[in-house]
């Protein structure tokens, strides 16, 4: 059952808290939060004791983000964010699977979160491997890097590593499309935006790919 807020039968929030920012101004906000942390002026906000106890309410967070597993991904850290900022998402190559739709319809049609990211990053192990030998993958590991390998064979008939967590990200973006009427219906209104991006690891800069679906 879900309990942050209720909802009808066509997935609308009926007493959700939403935001008064644009979108463009949500992404901003995002991207300022990376430029603190690359500057190493992060302000660590939202991170007291006395702010979670202020979310026991619940919760309003304006951006939901799918990203890798991959420790060196520390997406609050990457972004200056705090308790009840952002909505994660996490797997193993930011991949789209029934849980991350769920996860992410949840957040938009319970949440009222507008602005999805879908965040890969280079030296991925997952993407890596699905460009690679797949030799010795237990059962789900194979069908994880091999649901990868297919979306990027899709797009590519060269499978290069480094290119490849580049690509992956807007793959995992269009997917999600596919397999969302939700979130497919609310990026087509306007509602709400999917972006994607890349995580470089060597530096920490973000390569902002831009929207997925929309206009």
Known sequence: MLNAHSMDDQGKVRDGASSSQSLDEILNKLKAGHDRFLSGHSIHPHANRDHLRELEIGQHPEVAILSCSDSRVPVELLFDAG????????????TCTTTTVASLEYAVAALNVRLLLILGHEQCGAVSTACGDRQGLTPSLLELVSDIRIGLLKHHK??????????????????????????????????????????????????????????
């Open 158 to 215: 060269r499978l290069e590593a480094k290119e490849a967590c580049h690509i992956h990200p807007r793959i995992t973006g269009e997917a999600l499309l596919e397999a969302s009427k939700l979130l497919q219906g609310r990026v087509d209104s306007g509602d709400i935006q999917l972006h994607t991006a890349c995580y470089v690891l060597d530096g920490g800069t973000i390569e902002w790919q831009g929207k997925v679906g929309g206009d």
């Open 83 to 94: 308790f009840g900022d952002v909505f994660v998402v996490r797997n193993a190559g930011n």
